[in-house]
């Protein structure tokens, strides 16, 4: 089966389940622990920051949202590749939920400097990026995603959409511009960018 | 934010200079691009800022990919299984995670004619339902000690709870009871009904409106005390 075909699958199984079809809803289900295991598995890449009992209620929490929001998968990706997403986002807010309860608890040294204690934020927070593409049109969203989650070739894309490759190429340069901006992505200032790298910088 | 705002700063040459980049058609080091980038900070720094995002989003496809294949990944089989007979400990500690999460999709998959004895009124409610909130007391069944989890019922509705062995999703229950509130008190007769030698049991809880609209669902194991 191709990837697409698998993908309108996916998207058929969750119309089913939506729809009540009783079958289809337990094949749903049985797909859907793969939550608890994607959890589980960023869990430990990003070395085990929440205590188990806090991950058990997270995957509850995550399969949650992932039902709630059922209607809104379309196939464009893998059903896996779209719950991860969840999985993700939830799992990073609850590290900042908890970071931020170590931070109340943790007594500051008198002059302690807030800022300059606070972790270097890296270029581009994967977090917000990954929020940020529900913001864009669906379908340049849906290119990203293809593109960049499930490692698709324009021309590929194009093929899928029903679009002409240049058309696609277009819209995804223009969508990411726009994700540029509104992340504020100025990392390089225009004179930094320019100036020669001083010794020792 | 909408459609229609500027998505470049840049002039057009430069921002199709940056396009054929982006999308693959030009190398970053291409002596074009090196040459406009050395002419132009804007253009300099609208590349590197771009070329990071891109960078981002790779990553987070990569870990996607890798998370989504580990988790279809077969389970060792049994033969690996008895080489290597001790689970190591942040494996033995998944395992009523698992057996939980794999409780919940199935409550929350509840057949409707099941839950809903009044008339089912259709399943959207199905998509807002909200995890339940167990206790400490609920980790315990014992005769004549209360079990109890935080909900709050609209008037009208129940609960139905279902015990079963751990990982028996499919077999008939050992026990099931329908409630008017967030509490029960297990008679002697009800844990009796338990297999002997069963240390723990599953329980999954569905909290219905009047209209049998599910309201909320939850699974957790708990101790069987004699």
């Known amino acids: 089966m191709s990837g697409e075909a698998s993908h309108r699958d996916d998207a058929a199984l969750v119309q089913a389940a939506l729809a009540s079809d009783r079958s289809a809803r337990e094949a749903l289900a049985a797909r859907l622990e793969c939550v608890a295991t994607m959890v589980a598995s960023l869990h430990r890449r990003f070395g085990r920051p929440l205590a188990d009992s806090d991950l058990h209620d997270l995957a509850q929490e995550t399969l949650l949202k992932v039902w709630q929001k059922l209607d809104t998968f379309n196939g464009a990706s893998r059903l896996e590749t779209w719950v991860f997403q969840f999985c993700f986002l939830e799992l990073k807010n609850a590290m900042r939920r908890g970071q931020r309860r170590q931070d109340r608890e943790r007594p500051l040294a008198d002059g302690a400097d807030l800022a300059a204690a606070a972790p270097a934020e890296p270029l581009h927070d994967l977090e917000r990026v990954v929020a940020l593409l529900d913001r864009l049109p669906a379908e340049d969203a849906e290119w990203i995603r293809l593109r960049h989650f499930e490692g698709l070739e324009f021309e590929s894309i194009a093929q899928r959409c029903g679009r002409p490759a240049n058309t696609v190429k277009t819209r995804y340069h223009r969508a990411l511009m726009k994700l540029r901006r509104w992340l504020g992505v100025a990392p390089l200032r225009p004179e930094i960018a320019s100036a020669p790298r001083e010794a020792g910088a | ?226």
């Open chain 2, 1 to 226: 934010m909408n459609d229609d705002e500027p998505c470049s700063d840049l002039s057009p040459a430069d921002d199709a200079l940056l396009e054929r980049v982006v999308v693959g058609e030009l190398a970053p080091d291409a002596a074009a691009v090196v040459a406009r980038a050395a002419e132009s900070p804007a253009f300099a720094a609208a590349l590197a800022a771009t070329l990071a995002l891109q960078g981002s989003l790779d990553s987070f496809g990569e870990l996607a990919r890798a998370t989504v294949a580990e988790a279809a990944a077969p389970p060792a089989p049994p033969a690996a299984a008895r080489r290597a007979p001790l689970v190591p400990a942040p494996a033995r500690r998944w395992l009523p995670l698992l057996a939980a999460a794999a409780l919940l999709v199935a409550a929350l998959l509840w057949p409707r004619e099941r839950a809903a004895e009044p008339a089912p009124t259709g399943d959207p409610a199905l998509l807002g339902a909200a995890a339940i909130d167990f206790g400490e007391s609920a980790r315990t069944l014992a005769a004549g000690r209360e079990w109890s989890f935080v909900h709050a019922l609209p008037p009208g509705g129940w609960y139905t709870l279902t015990w079963r062995a751990p990982g028996d999703l499919a077999g008939p229950p050992l026990l099931e009871r329908r409630l008017g509130a967030p509490r029960y008190v297990p008679t002697a007769a009800d844990v009796a009904r338990l297999p002997a030698g069963l240390a723990e049991v599953e329980v999954r809880v569905v909290a219905c409106a009047a209209d049998g609209a599910l309201l909320a669902a939850g699974a957790l194991r708990c101790s069987v005390v004699r």
